[in-house]
């Protein structure tokens, strides 16, 4: 199968070092590709006006794409632009972190805790919990206090903060479960798991075990996305003619297997 993983900002080297954790974790039997935005973009979604200005290129993306995968994610916790990608992804079944963690958590343990970057943060990501359904499983949500683009500049510090932030969530508001609640903190969650003997969920990694999840389910038992009621999409005649989506879709940076290998 093929997972295509949208990184919902505007391209940098980071997003190599990403892209390599991420194969890391991907099925043997799937091909994954990342896509970024142009440079000129936001370099990070802690503001939910920047949120505003990306979510038109992604489901630009969207819609371009999908016909070429079997999945697509869309990494960033804010789930931001999830709803409007999966309006036009026709048979293709789009997810993003925060909805894939707190859905996997809910099967592991009676309650969770999500562990923010800033307290920024927490507002935007309890409602989306809610909405999904989890909101009785939340037992807290603690801010590291650690900028979105700080999180992989000093690990020992990020590290310090998610196991200090990780034990009171469990001792103090009964965790069972933790969720690292942003995509850039990718890569604790072993050491994590290991010091705190509770399941600790990776968000990009929920992200694209749900994306392989619900592509095998698709090929193998016809489970598509529905496009009845509120989940119709809008009419390929309408976006054609009026020239909603021109031209190629907004990708700066486009990251494939086929390309590292041949490098």
């Known amino acids: 199968?093929?997972?295509l993983y949208i990184d919902p900002v505007g391209a940098d080297a980071c997003e190599h070092e990403m892209y390599d954790a991420l194969l890391a974790v991907k099925g043997p039997?799937?091909?994954?590709?990342?896509?970024?935005?142009?440079?000129?973009?936001?370099?990070?979604?802690?503001?939910?006006?920047y949120e505003a200005l990306i979510i038109p290129d992604i489901t630009h993306i969207v819609l371009q794409e999908a016909p070429n995968y079997d999945g697509i994610v869309i990494g960033c916790f804010y789930d931001v632009g999830l709803r409007e990608a999966r309006e036009v992804s026709g048979t293709t079944p789009v997810t993003a972190p925060c909805q894939a963690t707190t859905s996997i958590a809910a099967a592991l343990g009676n309650s969770f805790s999500v562990l923010v970057t800033r307290s920024k943060c927490i507002p935007k990501m309890r409602e989306n919990i809610h909405l999904y359904g989890q909101g009785d499983r939340l037992a807290s949500m603690r801010s590291l206090e650690l900028g979105v683009r700080e999180l992989q500049l000093d690990h020992e510090l990020t590290k310090e903060r998610l196991l200090s932030e990780g034990r009171a969530a469990i001792e103090e508001d009964g965790a069972e479960t933790l969720i690292l609640g942003c995509t850039v903190e990718y890569g604790f969650y072993p050491t994590m798991q290991e010091a705190l003997g509770v399941p600790v969920l990776d968000a990009a990694v929920a992200a694209i075990k749900q994306a392989e999840f619900l592509a095998e389910a698709a090929q193998r038992f016809g489970w598509q996305p529905s496009r009845l009621?509120?989940?119709?999409?809008?009419?390929?005649?309408?976006i054609a003619t009026w020239?909603?989506?021109?031209?190629?879709?907004?990708?700066?940076?486009?990251?494939?297997?086929?390309?590292?290998?041949l490098a």
């Open 229 to 238: 009621y509120g989940s119709e999409a809008p009419p390929a005649e309408e």
């Open 243 to 261: 020239g909603i989506y021109p031209g190629e879709a907004p990708i700066g940076l486009r990251l494939t297997e086929e390309e590292r290998i």
């Open 29 to 49: 039997d799937t091909a994954l590709d990342l896509v970024a935005l142009p440079v000129g973009r936001p370099r990070h979604l802690e503001y939910h006006s």
């Open 1 to 3: 199968m093929r997972i």
